[in-house]
């Protein structure tokens, strides 16, 4: 007899910014990337995004993802892979137990909703994927743990997969051939450093110049400087990251992060043709942490940015009054993420 019930589940995941930062792919088909990288992720802000799967077998029509309102493809090799994977991890329950509905064999409605501005280099595929993922594995019932989770994610958007924790998590590159070991893992739960705050700085809303999987896949064929960074440079501050989050050393932390952010625009700019991420409000942003480190006399402020000239300035609870109220004096202190002119700037503790 036909079933007409709908199956439904809801979740959201928040965004992560990266302290060590993923950039290349030693495998384009697989998502693999050619470093190891590290994040943070800001789960207690509002960056985040609202994601709903359902399914039913009497919903006739194909697969459909509506994002924001507007119907968006999910019919991209990288969401395919995704669906492929989680059906045949929902098919293996069915096999195993007669009575479960065949959710697997229906089509899936998503709907998604973020707030903040996509494709402005916020890390919005990394949310969307991870809410997509775990939206679908509620549904699914699967019981496979995060980090197994991860690796379906990275299909989706390798950044992704560091969404799918809170807290600091790390994205082995791993070394399989396959990607099996190319998963993300906890490194230390929010709770383990409390204080720590990052300050969102929204130079530009617009949609970003380079995709970051186009510019990755340039830099990594034409950079001059890459090998040293990923064979070199991003090994080394990996350890020395997950030590300085280890002791709560954020002078270190500090040091590690605004190095790694400035190797990565620095191979951006060494990529043929060059790539430019940051702009003058990106620069300011430097400029001004720079001048508050040196104004208190050790780093209380770190930044780092993505493939888009916003900034993520990361400090202590304890610094607020000298960071965070330092950028919004200067830069104001607007609510929403509605308008795409100006500066905007938004706390968001970890
Ligand atoms: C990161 N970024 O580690 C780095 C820093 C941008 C700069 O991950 O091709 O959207 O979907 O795997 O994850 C952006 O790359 O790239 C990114 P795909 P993704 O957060």
């Not at 998503?110 to 993922?133: D, E, K, R, Y």
């Not at 952010?261 to 060059?274: I, K």
Request: glycine fraction near 6%.
């Amino acid at each position: 007899m036909a079933d007409s019930r709908v199956y439904r589940a809801s979740t959201t995941a928040p965004v992560n910014i990266a302290v060590i930062k993923y950039w290349g792919k030693r495998d384009a088909k697989l998502n693999l990337p050619t470093n190891s990288s590290l994040s943070v992720t800001l789960a207690q802000s509002d960056l985040k995004a609202h994601t709903t799967a359902s399914c039913s077998q009497a919903f006739s029509d194909d697969d459909s993802l509506i994002l924001n309102g507007e119907p968006s493809p999910l019919t991209t090799p990288r969401s395919q892979a995704c669906l492929a994977r989680l059906r045949a991890l929902r098919k293996i329950l069915e096999d195993r137990d007669n009575s479960l509905p065949k959710l697997s064999q229906w089509p899936l409605r998503i709907v998604s909703i973020n707030n903040f501005p996509t494709a402005a280099g916020l890390a919005s595929s990394a949310a969307g994927f991870a809410a997509l993922i775990r939206a679908i594995a509620n549904l699914y019932e699967l019981p496979q743990s995060p980090t197994e989770l991860s690796a379906i994610a990275r299909q989706g958007s390798g950044s992704a997969c560091r969404s799918l924790f809170g807290g600091y998590v790390a994205w082995d590159a791993g070394t399989a051939a396959d990607g099996n070991d190319s998963v993300a893992v906890e490194v230390a739960p929010a709770s383990h450093w409390p204080e720590m705050r990052a300050l969102v700085v929204v130079a530009s809303a617009e949609k970003k110049g380079v995709p970051s999987t186009a510019g990755m896949q340039q830099t990594a064929a034409t950079s001059t400087l890459f090998p040293l960074r990923v064979e070199k440079l991003v090994p080394a501050r990996m350890i020395a990251m997950k030590e300085a989050i280890a002791k709560k050393d954020f002078a270190t932390f500090a040091d590690l992060t605004m190095q790694d952010s400035n190797s990565f625009h620095a191979v951006c700019l060494d990529t043929v043709p060059p790539i430019f991420y940051m702009n003058e409000t990106s620069r300011a942003a430097v400029r001004l942490v720079e001048a508050i480190n040196e104004r208190v006399g050790r780093n209380v402020a770190a930044y780092t940015f993505d493939a888009g000239p916003n900034a993520v300035v990361y400090y202590l609870a304890e610094n607020e009054g000298q960071v965070a109220g330092v950028f919004k004096s200067l830069l104001g202190d607007k609510d929403g993420w509605a308008g795409d002119r100006g500066t905007q700037v938004q706390e968001a503790p970890i």
